[in-house]
């Protein structure tokens, strides 16, 4: 898929954007919970639920299971996306998760406390204005490999 020549995955299985927008609030607002208290549980937490969300089936992720839950309580509906941007920016979910996750544990602060701005951030432009990174950062990734 191409945005503004921007190169994007693409696996022609779509997903509801507003599901995964509120998926990115709920990362959003873990992550700030997780600024305020420094609990390293709950970067672990956001780390297993992306794990599960990107390499296993996404339907065991409590995220999923909540956003189900408050997309049923609303009238957003569904929106049709293409997969594989969300599932690869889930992938660097999981990957900065992990990071922050083992920083916290062993008390790099500061390392954890840049990732969480960073998940912070782009959960938040997910979220609030639906823009998703991923097609940006598979884009570098892509120039870099070759």
């Known amino acids: 898929m191409k945005n503004n020549n921007i190169v994007c ?3 022609f299985v779509t997903v509801n954007e507003y599901k995964i927008r509120v998926i990115a609030f709920l990362v959003f607002t873990l992550s700030i919970i997780f600024i305020v208290t420094d609990y390293w549980i709950i970067a672990a937490f956001m780390c297993a639920d992306f794990f599960l969300r990107s390499f296993v089936n996404g339907k065991l992720s409590v995220l999923s299971y909540a956003a189900n839950y ?5 009238l957003l ?17 999981f990957a900065l998760t ?8 062993i008390n790099y602060n500061y390392s954890s406390f840049i990732g969480v701005i960073i998940l912070i951030i782009f959960s938040s432009l997910e979220s609030f204005i639906g823009f998703c990174a991923g097609c940006y950062i598979y884009h570098f990734y892509q120039k870099l490999i070759k």
Request: a positive charge; aromatic letters at 6%.
């Open 98 to 105: 992990l990071f922050i996750s083992i920083s916290s544990v």
């Open 70 to 74: 408050i997309l049923a309580k609303t």
């Open 77 to 93: 509906g569904n929106k049709p996306v293409d997969r594989a941007p969300k599932k690869f920016a889930a992938q660097m979910g």
């Open 9 to 11: 995955p693409v696996d």
